[in-house]
Every structure is written in structure tokens, then in C-alpha cells.
């Protein structure tokens, strides 16, 4: 064998040397099948195994949603922008809390804001749920920012209003210094 690739590198091929070198293009050619099989099975394998993981991972988000989605939070404003409040059936412009129509659903902690643009405190008061906050004055500028929570915990409708004399006719009236919680089950 050792006589035979030195003839092979003089350029004379007997026919053994022809034999070897069929022999290894086979034997190159069934390692290149194999390879290209294995590669082959190993993508599919990688596809399949990403196709079959990736609901088991959405499920798991899903799953895990809606504990995520307990807290809400809530802006409330105290005659905002562009009125300085909120302009009523006679033409003028009330003191208001901003919305005053509020939806709830119960099980839900809110975490509320409110900016009170007003040069005068109000408070924001609903004795069925034990909520009295304090809102200190601010200004147009610079509200005073006051936070509080609230989890109402079973559906119904609640009045909230602004215990403090300021507004008459707003205090009067849904929509400015008083209004409605809606709760949802
Ligand atoms: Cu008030």
C-alpha cells in the first residue's frame, strides 16, 4: 500500500490506486448523505421542538395575567385645563372633579391620583367604601398631588362628594363636586 500512493502522486494510477480512490468517493459520498440526513433531522427536530414549546409558554403568560391585572390606576383632576373646571347647564364654570363618573370592578385595587388645580382644597369623600381624603389647594400651574387606594370589593352604585363648602352649585350637582361609582362584579 505504502508503493501504491507513491505511484499515485507520480501520476501514473494503477488500478488499485483507482479502487482506493473509488472507494473513498463512496465512502465521502455516504459520510456527506449521513451528515446531511443528521443535519437535517436536527433542524426539523429544533423546529418541532420550538413549534410544540412556544403555546406551552403563552399559556403560562396567560395564566399568569390576570393576577398582573388586580391593580389599576385612576387620574382624577380638580378643574383642569382649558377651563380651570367644568362649565354647567348655566353657562358657567364649576368646580368639578374630573371624571366624575367613575367605573370600578370589584376585587380590583385602584391606586388613584388626583391634581387639584384649584387655589382651594376640596376632598373627595364616599363614607360606604371609608374613603375621606384630603386634597390640598394648588394652582393652574402646579397641582398639589395627593394619592389614595381603593378595592371596592362587592358591585353596586356609591355617591362620592366634596364635603368642603366651596362650589354651591357644583356641590349640588352630579358631574362637578359630587357624582357617582359605578362598581362591577
Ligand atoms: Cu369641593
Known amino acids: 500500500?505504502?508503493?501504491?500512493?507513491?505511484?499515485?502522486?507520480?501520476?501514473?494510477?494503477?488500478?488499485?490506486?483507482?479502487?482506493?480512490?473509488?472507494?473513498?468517493?463512496?465512502?465521502?459520498?455516504?459520510?456527506?448523505?449521513?451528515?446531511?440526513?443528521?443535519?437535517?433531522?436536527?433542524?426539523?427536530?429544533?423546529?418541532?421542538?420550538?413549534?410544540?414549546?412556544?403555546?406551552?409558554?403563552?399559556?403560562?403568560?396567560?395564566?399568569?395575567?390576570?393576577?398582573?391585572?388586580?391593580?389599576?390606576?385612576?387620574?382624577?383632576?380638580?378643574?383642569?385645563?382649558?377651563?380651570?373646571?367644568?362649565?354647567?347647564p348655566d353657562g358657567l364654570v364649576h368646580d368639578a372633579f374630573v371624571p366624575g363618573a367613575l367605573t370600578m370592578t370589584a376585587g380590583t385595587k385602584y391606586d388613584v391620583t388626583v391634581y387639584n388645580y384649584d387655589t382651594q382644597s376640596h376632598a373627595w369623600m364616599l363614607p360606604e367604601l371609608n374613603i375621606d381624603v384630603m386634597v390640598p389647594a394648588g394652582s393652574a400651574s402646579s397641582p398639589s398631588v395627593t394619592h389614595f387606594t381603593i378595592t371596592p370589593k362587592s358591585a353596586g352604585t356609591f355617591q362620592w362628594f366634596c364635603p368642603l363648602p366651596c362650589d354651591k352649585w357644583g356641590m349640588a350637582h352630579d358631574g362637578f363636586m359630587r357624582g357617582y361609582l359605578t362598581v362591577k362584579s
Request: proline share 6%.
Open 1 to 88: 500500500m505504502s508503493s501504491g500512493s507513491t505511484m499515485v502522486d507520480q501520476g501514473a494510477p494503477d488500478l488499485g490506486s483507482l479502487r482506493l480512490r473509488g472507494l473513498l468517493t463512496l465512502v465521502t459520498g455516504i459520510v456527506l448523505v449521513v451528515a446531511a440526513a443528521f443535519a437535517l433531522t436536527a433542524g426539523v427536530g429544533a423546529i418541532w421542538h420550538k413549534v410544540t414549546a412556544t403555546p406551552a409558554v403563552a399559556a403560562t403568560s396567560a395564566a399568569a395575567a390576570p393576577a398582573s391585572s388586580s391593580t389599576a390606576s385612576l387620574k382624577l383632576s380638580v378643574n383642569p385645563a382649558p377651563l380651570g373646571g367644568v362649565k354647567g
